[in-house]
């Protein structure tokens, strides 16, 4: 009997603690789904959104509406020139063309793309508070795609400048008027920084963003999720003529040099060595080497007179080494004509410093 009572109650033990265990999993599993629950319910869960920065921008943002007077040469040119126009020979019409662009001062400066305004007779300005105005052109600086337009209107909204180093990664929002169907936000990342060999501009140093831009955008802003200005819009990578996740923009250090000193002089100026160049790599002391070979030099020149002969290989500016042509061609034009510059040079094997009195490099016919 005792064997027969101990075996009962080894029995009845054993189902009491699998209960136990039971209900524990049980409460323990309903505590998990119940804090994942919490966790996830949408009304406590963190809204991502970029409205103060949208709020804090959009309203310097403008687009700029250009007119220019196109006259009908078919009747000179044969039917070909004009397929499909229905207007007279000789008669005058109105073309208009869309851009935008971003107020930067309370005195009505507004930057935007040398190419939203080229050739212009007339430039309208409309506000995001509704406000209307007339623009014109103080300088354009076509190497860069920059134009600076001037609005006399009071109480203007005025963009943030960021004055911290983008990231590949940072959040951006662009801003503009694509396709004239009103300011538009969109959003994407800093996808890279320092995009050359584009051939957008003469001096390309880009932001490349996978924020949608498209025909009307060209000259917005592109802003950090703080609202402040990274980049001006200018350009899309495209193989269909519409957004392809490709954007560029212009940075914000050269939109504030470019204004600068527009507004003080009318114009831009650079800095210019007269040299032809090729970029050229080269193993020196077991390294690669990478430098510009001179091809050409403009006679009486400031590289000429410094003594630069053609086949010699720049390697370093002030002491920057030369990434490629677009390198050298970047750092030559931030320096100051009329100041001196210090050239590396590799001759006959055997490195050389000369001292160059940096020119103005001639303006470019826009």
């Known amino acids: 009997m005792m064997q027969s009572y101990k075996s009962k109650s080894d029995l009845l033990f054993s189902v009491l603690i699998i209960g136990l265990i039971s209900s524990a999993s049980f409460l323990l599993s309903t505590y998990s789904m119940s804090a994942w629950a919490a966790r996830v319910t949408p009304v406590q869960a963190p809204i991502i959104s970029y409205s103060a920065a949208v709020t804090q921008a959009a309203p310097a943002v403008v687009s700029i509406y250009t007119h220019q007077k196109l006259t009908n040469l078919r009747g000179f040119y044969g039917r070909q020139a004009m397929p499909f126009s229905s207007r007279q020979p000789g008669l005058q019409s109105d073309n208009m063309s869309l851009g935008s662009g971003v107020i930067m001062d309370k005195s009505g400066y507004i930057v935007t793309n040398y190419h939203v305004i080229r050739n212009a007779d007339k430039i309208d300005v409309a506000l995001h508070d509704g406000r209307k105005a007339k623009a014109r052109v103080i300088g354009t600086d076509p190497e860069v795609d920059l134009a600076i337009l001037k609005i ?62 498209n025909p ?25 003529g519409g957004f392809d996740g490709i954007g560029f923009a212009i940075p914000v250090s050269t939109v504030e040099n470019v204004l600068a000193q527009i507004v003080k002089t009318g114009h831009v100026t650079r ?39 053609i086949g010699d ?46 020119g103005a490099r001639p303006k470019l016919r826009s």
Do not use: C, M
Not at 173 to 188: D, E, K, R, S, W
Not at 328 to 355: D, E, F, M, W, Y
């Open 152 to 213: 006399n209107l009071k109480n203007l909204p005025v963009i943030k400048v960021n004055k911290e180093s983008s990231a590949v990664g940072d959040v951006v929002l662009a801003i503009g008027n694509p396709y004239g169907v009103g300011q538009t936000i969109t959003q994407g990342i800093v996808s890279a920084l320092g995009r050359t060999r584009l051939r957008i501009t003469n001096y390309d140093n880009l932001i490349q963003t996978d924020a949608a831009v």
């Open 216 to 240: 009307g955008n060209s000259g917005g802003a592109l802003v950090n999720s703080r609202g402040q200005l990274v980049g001006i819009n200018t350009a899309i990578f495209s193989r269909t």
């Open 271 to 309: 800095g210019w060595l007269g040299v032809g160049i090729q970029p050229v790599q080269l193993e020196r002391n077991q390294q690669n080497v990478h430098g510009v070979l001179v091809t050409s030099l403009s006679s009486q020149g400031p590289a000429d007179d410094a003594g630069v002969h």
């Open 313 to 358: 290989i720049i390697l370093k500016v002030n002491g920057q080494e030369i990434d490629g042509a677009e390198g050298l061609a970047r750092l030559v034009a931030q320096l100051t004509p009329g100041k001196q510059a210090k050239l590396t040079i590799l001759r006959n094997n055997r490195v050389n410093q000369l001292i160059v009195k940096v």
